[in-house]
């Protein structure tokens, strides 16, 4: 599957952004989809992911309440909503592909920048 992440910014604390990650591919709708962030100097770090059915949702700590991921695999499409931005979550997100729950991400979009201003 190939993936194409949008919609990052600048945005100021407090602010909201939605991130979309669009799909290539038939298969789609079976795989695990999941979002991750890396700041300037820092490690990879898990965002978000989501089951092929929108069931079962899992956020980082860092993130939980203040973020949601969803899909429409109609669209073939996923999304991540981010409200209440803080500056610590200034990073480069990418969206990611895995075929099941507690398999690796074996395919990854290209980044997209957000910047979250104090």
């Known amino acids: 599957v190939q993936l194409q992440a949008s919609g990052g910014g600048l945005v100021q604390a407090g602010g909201s952004l939605r991130l979309s990650c669009a799909a290539s591919g038939r298969t789609f709708s079976s795989y695990v989809m999941g979002w991750f962030r890396q700041a300037p100097g820092k490690e990879r770090e898990f965002v978000a992911t989501?089951?092929?059915?929108?069931?079962?949702?899992y956020y980082a700590d860092s993130v939980k309440g203040r973020f949601t991921i969803s899909r429409d695999n109609a669209k073939n499409t996923v999304y991540l909503q981010m409200n209440s931005l803080k500056p610590e979550d200034t990073a480069v997100y990418s969206c990611?592909?895995?075929?099941?729950?507690?398999?690796?991400?074996?395919?990854w979009g290209q980044g997209t920048q957000v910047t979250v201003s104090s």
């Open positions: 989501i089951t092929w059915s929108g069931g079962n949702t």
């Open positions: 990611a592909a895995a075929p099941a729950l507690g398999t690796n991400f074996d395919s």
